[in-house]
T-cell receptor
Framework: GAVVSQHPSRVICKSGTSVKIECRSLDFQATTMFWYRQFPKKSLMLMATSNEGSKATYEQGVEKDKFLINHASLTLSTLTVTSAHPEDSSFYIC?????????????FGPGTRLTVL | AQSVTQLDSQVPVFEEAPVELRCNYS??????LFWYVQYPNQGLQLLLK??????LVKGINGFEAEFNKSQTSFHLRKPSVHISDTAEYFC????????????FGKGTMLLVSP
């Protein structure tokens, strides 16, 4: 149980375009979802926390107009990287926590590798 | 606020040898503790967690960890490692009173060689 999926797993885009990444909880209701960014050989950096139906809470230094997060349902959150630039290239990972057995633990998606040319 | 220290950035070990990955934390409140594993180009997979009860917790893939409150440690152990255990291991904590964000350590790369 407690499976989280991400789509796409890998995306390459041109500079200036926007990219949407989906994060889904497959077998539980995700009341809270988290978006992380991971640089090579580094730990995870929390970008934002989103609760279903509410605006996301962004960490200090994360541009909310650049990284748009939507958590419209209890099973889906999306991260849109707007006007992407090469410095946005990174590994983006989502996680989710929910009710019942998934209440005290964050379950992570497989990640999305974004490359901006 | 919480902080997590993983003392070893890299641990090389031979196959079938035992291994211990160290994790110490700092917190002014009681915490839940987690170990996650990350294989190359993949997300994080939960290995085990301590929420309450027995301080020795067993996880997947033969791993176990012991919570030591006096030493504020949560070291991960496996009695005999396999090549397939080569991965990055992250220790993380969160306050146990109302869910909050995870604080991660910097990770320990476990390198298992034949």
């Amino acid at each position: 149980g407690a499976v989280v999926s991400q789509h796409p797993s890998r995306v390459i885009c041109k500079s200036g375009t926007s990219v949407k990444i989906e994060c889904r909880s497959l077998d539980f209701q995700a009341t809270t979802m988290f978006w992380y960014r991971q640089f090579p050989k580094k730990s995870l950096m929390l970008m934002a926390t989103s609760n279903e139906g509410s605006k996301a809470t962004y960490e200090q230094g994360v541009e909310k107009d650049k990284f748009l997060i939507n958590h419209a349902s209890l099973t889906l959150s999306t991260l849109t990287v707007t006007s992407a630039h090469p410095e946005d290239s990174s590994f983006y990972i989502c996680s989710a926590t929910g009710s019942g057995g998934a209440a005290d633990t964050q379950y992570f998606g497989p990640g999305t590798r974004l490359t901006v040319l | 606020a919480q902080s997590v220290t993983q003392l070893d950035s890299q641990v090389p070990v031979f196959e079938e040898a035992p291994v211990e990955l160290r994790c110490n934390y700092s917190s002014s409140v009681s915490v839940y503790l987690f170990w996650y594993v990350q294989y190359p180009n993949q997300g994080l997979q939960l290995l085990l967690k301590y929420l309450s009860g027995s301080t020795l917790v067993k996880g997947i893939n033969g791993f176990e960890a012991e919570f030591n409150k006096s030493q504020t440690s949560f070291h991960l152990r496996k009695p005999s490692v396999h090549i397939s255990d080569t991965a990055e291991y992250f220790c993380a904590v969160t306050p146990n009173s109302g869910y909050s964000t995870l604080t991660f350590g910097k990770g320990t790369m476990l390198l298992v060689s034949p």
